[in-house]
């Protein structure tokens, strides 16, 4: 009896430690449950939250694009207008100086008719100067005929009445031979050069009537047609050319207002883009793996696991550009980094003092990552997904 009841309280004993045992490991199964739930609800949360921003910025993108699309059409409708009013300013200028070139033209045939009429004038006055000449020449020879006269009748009245009859009738004979030489020399050059000047008055009286009833009046008639003409032009392009200054204001002022236009869309764009890249950065914060940080020399790149699960990263790629030369680093095979642990990839030659890391890779490509005035260090999935970037301000 005594053994049986030592038996049953032993049994009790063990019987009563399983079941606090059992009760102990439920109630820790039920709140690592219960833990994991309320982790994955938040997580879930953050995932929702994330697509609808991303919703939100793919329709903000898509209403940009749209934007883009009809500023694009009004800009190209607006060329076109410009196009077709610089083709009709320059048909009109070509038109202007074509007639510019006719009225000039017409002014080198009409200064060419003055200048032969003004040819014929001084032809004509020439002539009548050699007129004139002649003529003083014979009045000049009548003179001294008379004085010669003079003198010799002087001369016979103190001489001898036979000297004086004898002289009288030998200057009366000279007196008329000179007299009938000089009339019929006079008569001769006179009859020449009348001859000619009548010739050439004829000459120049049939080609002044010519030229007057027919080319002259012809010239006149198309040289007031041309006056009118060019009147009429000027009145005609008058209104052009105001046009033609109202379409180029109108054109800077279009010029202007696409300047604008751009300037608006270029400020919007990179507002749009800003709002892009800190969702982005936002969203890649929110991520478990992402670049925790960069050394400003370039001498080390830190990666992070941030999530609550071990992540593997081979594939994973590590890009830096500076100056057009990339440099890269791409995590080995089978290589896994574990929830709340980070990776340091340093630059060759480089020693860390402290170990603030869990694993550590060297970046053999170059002695530093690289360095400017900004710097973004990209981290690609093994898609070549962008799953988050850390830019380096210089100070």
């Not at 609808?52 to 190209?76: H, K, N």
């Not at 009339?183 to 050059?189: F, G, L, R, T, Y």
């Not at 400020?267 to 925790?292: C, F, P, S, T, V």
């Not at 630059?347 to 990552?369: L, M, N, Q």
Request: aromatic share 8%.
């Amino acid at each position: 009896l005594w053994i049986f009841l030592n038996n049953s309280r032993l049994f009790q004993s063990s019987f009563s430690k399983s079941l606090l045992l059992n009760r102990d490991e439920s109630v820790a199964a039920l709140k690592n449950s219960a833990e994991q739930s309320i982790r994955a609800k938040r997580i879930n949360a953050n995932i929702d939250l994330l697509n609808r921003r991303i919703e939100g910025i793919r329709l903000a993108e898509q209403g940009d694009r749209a934007r883009c699309a009809e500023l694009r059409s009004q800009i190209s409708k607006a060329e076109a207008d410009l196009e077709l009013q610089m083709r009709e300013n320059g048909r009109l200028a070509d038109e202007r100086a074509q007639l510019t070139a006719q009225n000039a033209g017409l002014y080198n045939d009409y200064e060419r008719i003055w200048d032969e009429i003004d040819r014929i004038r001084l032809e004509l006055a020439e002539y009548q100067a050699r007129e004139e000449r002649l003529l003083a020449e014979k009045e000049f020879l009548l003179k001294v005929q008379e004085r010669e006269v003079y003198e010799i009748n002087n001369l016979l009245a103190e001489s001898s009445f036979d000297a004086r009859k004898f002289f009288e009738n030998d200057i009366a004979l000279a007196i008329k031979d000179i007299k009938l030489e000089y009339e019929a020399s006079h008569k001769i050059i006179r009859t020449n050069v009348t001859s000619y000047y009548h010739q050439k008055l004829d000459e120049m009286r049939k080609l002044a009537e010519s030229k007057s009833s027919d080319e002259s009046k012809y010239r006149r008639d198309q040289i007031a047609k041309m006056e009118n003409m060019i009147g009429d032009l000027k009145q005609k392009f008058r209104p052009l050319e105001d046009r033609n200054h109202m379409l180029e204001n109108e054109y800077k002022q279009l010029q202007n207002s696409m300047k604008n236009d751009e300037d608006r869309y270029e400020a919007e764009k990179r507002r749009r883009d800003d709002e892009y890249k800190n969702a982005l950065a936002m969203y890649q914060r929110l991520g478990d793996i992402r670049i925790k940080d960069c050394d400003e020399h370039g001498k080390y790149v830190i990666v992070e696991n941030a999530g609550h699960s071990d992540h593997r990263l081979s594939g994973y790629r590590i890009s830096r550009t500076v100056a057009g030369n990339e440099r890269s680093f791409t995590f080995p095979a089978l290589f896994v980094l574990g929830a709340g642990q980070t990776v340091q990839v340093s630059a060759r030659g480089y020693s860390p003092e402290k170990r603030d890391y869990h694993h550590h890779f060297v970046y053999d490509g170059d002695i530093t990552w690289g360095t400017d005035r900004n710097v973004v260090t990209r981290l690609f999935n093994t898609q070549g997904v962008e799953v988050s970037n850390f830019e380096v301000r210089a100070k």
